[in-house]
Nanobody
Framework: QVQLVESGGGLVQPGGSLRLSCAAS????????MAWYRQGPGKTRELVARIYSDSSTDYAESVEGRFTISRDFALNTVYLQMNSLKPEDTAVYYC???????????????WGQGTLVTVSE
């Protein structure tokens, strides 16, 4: 079994910063990529940022230049540093990862339980 456990959400004022963490644990042979998604009130879930095994990254246009995704390969952990936060960044943030548990089957997609980020005065 594989688990993704997020931490670091909370309440922050506009212009502030937060750092989210997500650790993958369990029976893991390799991690293909790790990503952060978010779902705001009344909105569909959207990709925020993704980091690949070669450390290349993709960002949503709305967070480009403000958020930074990084990864600790040894700890199977992904981070999301969020700066210059805006009220519209308020959402539940979910960790996502494509993980290979066996060479006999393709990688599977895993999700964390989500962590709430609220940007408000």
């Amino acid at each position: 079994q594989v688990q993704l456990v997020e931490s670091g959400g909370g309440l922050v004022q506009p212009g502030g910063s937060l750092r989210l963490s997500c650790a993958a644990s369990g029976s893991i042979i390799s991690i293909i990529d790790m990503a952060w998604y978010r779902q705001g009130p009344g909105k569909t879930r959207e990709l925020v940022a993704r980091i690949y095994s070669d450390s290349s990254t993709d960002y949503a246009e709305s967070v480009e230049g403000r958020f930074t995704i990084s990864r600790d390969f040894a700890l199977n952990t992904v981070y999301l540093q969020m700066n210059s936060l805006k009220p519209e960044d308020t959402a539940v943030y979910y960790c996502n990862s494509e993980i290979r548990r066996s060479w006999m089957r393709p990688p599977d997609d895993y999700w964390g339980q989500g962590t709430l980020v609220t940007v408000s005065e």
